[in-house]
């Protein structure tokens, strides 16, 4: 079955600081990945997603994301973290037979020291 | 609509009540999808649709749980007999088609007493 971990539950940066999140998913064809950032009390907001063509993904507030097929990964990076970074972030991959699965990963918590 | 609406936003009700979570999705998405989401954990999903069609309902937990969409615009998630452990933050999500990103809305945030 697809599945999807994120094996940090939670982490610690300094401001200023790099950042990379990692997420690693299950699934024997090739994913759509997404990530997804939650703010406290606010829904879930795309950051970037990768469907097929160039491995590394740009996507908004200055994330990236690489997806690298030979280790099942699809890791979030950011070179310089600020204090409104803080969030909860979510990894999702698109599965199942025609697409239309979202399978999301636990989450990984991320606080920012100023 | 600007963006996709869910309500209400907060429901509390007792165990063994009926309950129906509303979800308008940004008009023209022509996916739709519920999911379930436990305080620390990641959305679970629930159930889809495309235009008005149920096309998986595999992470309904049991038939207490049903959804319909009947014109293909906002959706209801109709939960029966209520019980403690069904409380949770109810996401609804929608998109332009399936493999297109989805928006997702607020929730609403059910406590079963």
């Known amino acids: 079955a697809q599945s999807v971990t994120q094996p940090d539950i939670h982490i610690t940066v300094s401001e200023g600081a790099s950042l990379e999140l990692r997420c690693n998913y299950s699934?024997?064809?090739?994913?759509?990945l997404f990530w997804y950032v939650q703010s406290p009390g606010q829904g879930l907001q795309l950051l970037l997603k990768?469907?097929?063509?160039?491995?590394l993904v740009q996507g908004i507030k200055g994330f990236e994301a690489e997806f690298k097929r030979s280790q099942s990964s699809f890791n979030l990076r950011k070179p310089s973290v600020h204090w409104s970074d803080a969030a909860e972030y979510f990894c999702?991959?698109?599965?199942?037979?025609?697409?239309?699965?979202?399978?999301f990963g636990p989450g990984t918590s991320l606080s920012v020291i100023p | 609509g600007a963006g996709v609406s869910q309500s209400p936003r907060y429901k509390v009700t007792k165990r063994g009540q009926d309950v129906a979570l509303r979800c308008d999705p940004i008009?023209?998405?022509?996916?739709l999808y519920w999911y379930r989401q436990a305080l620390g954990q990641g959305p679970e999903f629930l159930t889809y649709?495309?235009?008005?069609?149920?096309?998986?309902k595999s992470g309904l937990p049991n038939d207490r749980f049903s959804a319909e969409r009947p014109e293909g615009s906002i959706s209801t998630l109709t939960i029966q007999r209520t019980e403690q452990r069904d409380s949770a933050m109810y996401r609804c999500?929608?998109?332009?088609?399936?493999?297109?990103?989805?928006?997702f809305g607020p929730g609403t945030r059910l406590t079963v007493l």
């Open positions: 999500a929608s998109s332009l088609e399936k493999t297109d990103t989805q928006y």
């Open positions: 699934y024997g064809a090739t994913p759509y």
């Open positions: 990768y469907f097929s063509g160039d491995t």
């Open positions: 999702a991959v698109v599965a199942g037979t025609s697409y239309d699965k979202v399978i």
């Open positions: 008009s023209g998405h022509v996916s």
């Open positions: 649709f495309n235009y008005e069609a149920q096309q998986d």
